[in-house]
């Protein structure tokens, strides 16, 4: 079996390429490294069953031989980085998306789709589910991500019905771990980063926003559960937990062991207030549910970040 990744030198990409390699397959792991790193492969480099090829999924995409799967995961997903890269984030949902869909409908190959709880937007539903369609500014600054995400979901869809492409969506909730990069400007690297090197933690807002958090072994698990599976529709995947921002600081302060001061800046636009998700479906489709709480989640995820701070200073 061969498995197309593309974004798969990122964050949660190089976790599938690992787990895909595990499972059995040939993994071709694609990226233009603009958000990604080959630090997150270099452990597969020489691999047989592995491949790396530098490439922009915004354009026509060629691979020679059979694909089973494909699996897209390549988009800018940190609101630092979709801030910075609006045009590059709208591009690879849309453009990305035709893109891998044409592919495996040439290669008739399972395609599943990494979309984003964002499709909510600032949800008037709490929790939310898969049937809640959202509420989201598509004028905003977080617009390019948000509607990115949506418009891959509908073209998903469409070349599901349409031509019968056998289609998976995974609506991702927030989900951190080894391999997020320091400057990735979402809560739990910045709390960690700044807790670590004795800074401030910055609370945006007045730290009653909630979030959800899934540690990325848990969220992998999910992933493949969803591609084996025979469910087409959005699913979503996440950890129900939900912690407001202010206590969030409060764990991280407990593990590391730091002194930092906790301090408030204005909070950003368009940020949402909540954010957890109804995994109901994930637990009846998928048998699946979160296994690492938060508080193991992030004991395990600060030694990477340790390191990595250790290597930036040598």
Sequence with gaps: MRALITGGAGFLGSHLCDQLLGEGLEVICMDN?????????????GQRR??????????????????????????????IDYLQLPIQTMKVGALGTHKVLGLAMAKKARLLL?????VYGDPLAHPQT??????????????????????AEA?????????????????????YGPRMRLNDGRVVPNFILQALQGEDLTIYGDGSQTRSFCFVDDLVRGILKLLFSQENGPVNLGNPDEFSINDFSKIILEITGSKSRIIHQPLPEDDPRVRQPDITKARNVLNWHPQVGVREGIRKTVPYFQEKMARKSI
């Design 114 to 118: 990494a979309s984003t709880s964002e």
């Design 155 to 175: 073209l998903t869809m469409a070349y599901h019905r349409y031509h019968g492409v056998d289609t998976r969506i995974a609506r991702i909730f927030n989900t």
């Design 50 to 79: 592995f491949q790396f090829i530098h490439y922009d999924v915004t354009q026509y995409i060629f691979v020679e031989g059979p694909l089973d799967y494909v699996l897209h995961f390549a988009s800018p997903a940190s609101p």
């Design 33 to 45: 490294l603009l958000t990604g790193s080959t630090d997150n492969i270099a452990h597969l480099a």
């Design 130 to 151: 898969e049937d809640y369609w959202g509420n989201v500014n598509p004028i905003g600054p977080r617009g390019v991500y948000d509607e990115a995400k949506r418009f």
